[in-house]
């Protein structure tokens, strides 16, 4: 029996009610001309706000959640085996780039939030000088023309100018070596992309969000996915399909070689 004492427990907080406008001071001033500029800078009205907060504030709360997001293995596979130097755009926390670094000579990881950079050079930390992390943005990449045989991002580039847009796709193909490829992987808008001249390609199979627990899935869904708890519960199963709670698999890719 709980003690009468004892704090009971509460239930997490969805995203969008976990900051208030209090919580903006975390940005820098670069991030504050990106993210704020002639836009609604509640949180828990913007989405997208919410999302920087949450990658300045909780890192380790982003870090469980995209830890049972497990990328299909294909688009792995797909990507070039070796390269003298990759570029990897919105690195976070190292999902991708853990998988990337054992494929070039040397791989130039930008993240401009710095609990992220923190925590994905400490994940790499065995890499080396192999390894660059560096503060940047998508309209302002720090990497000089024509520089990486390979210029990744996986699930942060949209057409949104404030993360990426089409100067953002610009600068990826300005820092690709002629003949080299650009890779969004886990694109937010095939279509965008398609229309500028990229190449969409899916791989098929059963995918699941894979929790370390079912309550693990209760969680992190009433923060992330609060319309997917209830059947979440009902299932009962530490493995969620992701129709459940309403978002893509990280299946897919869409690429470009870059000719001039």
Same mark, same amino acid.
């Given at each position: 029996?709980?003690?009468?004492?004892?704090?009971? +427990?509460?239930?997490?907080?969805?995203?969008?009610?976990?900051?208030?406008?209090?919580?903006?001071?975390?940005?820098?001033?670069?991030?504050?001309? *990106?993210?704020?500029?002639?836009?609604?800078?509640?949180?828990?009205?913007?989405?997208?706000?919410?999302?920087?907060?949450?990658?300045?504030?909780?890192?380790?709360?982003?870090?469980?959640?995209?830890? +049972?997001?497990?990328?299909?293995?294909?688009?792995?596979?797909?990507?070039?085996? *070796? =390269? /003298?130097?990759?570029?990897? =755009?919105?690195? %976070?926390?190292?999902? =991708?780039?853990?998988?990337?670094?054992?494929?070039?000579?040397?791989?130039?990881?930008?993240?401009?939030?710095?609990?992220?950079?923190?925590?994905?050079?400490?994940?790499?930390?065995?890499?080396?000088?192999?390894?660059?992390? *560096?503060?940047?943005?998508?309209?302002?990449?720090?990497?000089?023309?024509?520089?990486?045989?390979?210029?990744?991002?996986?699930?942060?580039?949209?057409?949104?100018?404030?993360?990426? %847009?089409?100067?953002?796709? /610009?600068?990826?193909?300005?820092?690709?070596?002629?003949?080299?490829?650009?890779?969004?992987?886990?694109?937010?808008?095939? /279509?965008?992309?398609?229309?500028?001249?990229?190449?969409?390609?899916? $791989?098929?199979?059963?995918?699941?969000?894979?929790?370390?627990?079912?309550?693990?899935?209760?969680?992190?869904?009433?923060? $992330?996915?609060?319309?997917?708890?209830?059947?979440?519960?009902?299932?009962?199963?530490?493995?969620?399909?992701?129709?459940?709670?309403?978002?893509?698999?990280?299946?897919?890719?869409?690429?470009?070689?870059?000719?001039?």
């Amino acid at each position: 029996m709980r003690n009468e004492l004892e704090t009971p +427990p509460t239930r997490p907080v969805e995203l969008r009610q976990r900051y208030s406008t209090s919580d903006l001071g975390s940005l820098t001033d670069a991030e504050r001309r *990106r993210f704020l500029a002639g836009g609604d800078p509640d949180p828990q009205t913007n989405p997208a706000i919410a999302w920087e907060l949450l990658y300045r504030l909780e890192p380790e709360l982003y870090d469980r959640l995209i830890r +049972p997001e497990r990328i299909h293995p294909s688009v792995i596979d797909w990507l070039p085996r *070796r =390269v /003298h130097r990759i570029v990897e =755009v919105g690195a %976070g926390s190292g999902r =991708v780039t853990e998988a990337l670094i054992d494929r070039c000579d040397e791989l130039i990881a930008i993240e401009p939030a710095a609990p992220l950079r923190e925590r994905l050079a400490a994940r790499l930390a065995a890499a080396g000088e192999r390894l660059q992390v *560096r503060n940047g943005f998508f309209d302002d990449l720090p990497v000089p023309d024509q520089s990486a045989e390979l210029v990744v991002a996986c699930s942060a580039l949209t057409p949104d100018p404030a993360h990426g %847009g089409d100067v953002g796709l /610009h600068e990826m193909e300005r820092v690709c070596v002629r003949g080299g490829r650009v890779v969004i992987i886990w694109p937010n808008d095939p /279509h965008w992309l398609l229309e500028r001249g990229y190449v969409y390609q899916s $791989f098929p199979g059963r995918m699941t969000l894979e929790f370390d627990s079912v309550e693990e899935a209760i969680e992190l869904a009433q923060i $992330f996915y609060p319309d997917a708890v209830q059947e979440i519960r009902r299932r009962g199963d530490r493995l969620v399909p992701y129709e459940v709670v309403g978002i893509n698999p990280p299946r897919d890719l869409a690429w470009k070689t870059v000719a001039n």
